[in-house]
């Protein structure tokens, strides 16, 4: 993964990490379940760390990382040329979502 992110997005939160964990464990299941069509290869690579690319759709080529920290979970996401243009606004349903998961 490359240390220029096109997205990064920092949430902080309050619960117990194995919690914060625990909630974007069942969206990133949840999000590969209705989004079959972008061919995730991901997995959790460390305890707290989770690691994606895309292979299919029109996302093919999009990878990131998401690390669970003790108070915020960030999210890094590398985007390709054709979905650069939305980085602001995939940065602002990223940053609600995680905002709701971890409420």
């Known amino acids: 993964m490359a240390d220029d992110w096109n997205v ?11 919690e914060a964990k ?3 464990d069942e969206k ?3 999000v590969i379940e209705n989004k ?12 707290y760390t989770y690691t994606f690319e895309l292979t ?8 990131g ?5 003790g108070e915020q979970v960030v999210l890094k ?7 650069a243009g939305f980085t602001s606004l995939i940065e602002q349903k990223a940053q609600s979502k995680l905002a709701n998961i971890l409420a």
């Open 8 to 18: 990064l997005v920092r949430q902080p939160h309050t619960l117990d990490r194995d």
């Open 22 to 24: 625990r909630r974007v």
């Open 28 to 30: 990133i299941a949840e």
């Open 36 to 47: 079959q069509e972008w061919s995730p290869v991901s997995s959790w690579t460390s305890t």
């Open 56 to 63: 299919g759709g029109n996302a093919a080529g999009v990878n």
């Open 65 to 69: 990382e998401i690390k669970v920290w």
């Open 77 to 83: 996401c590398n985007l390709t040329e054709n979905l």
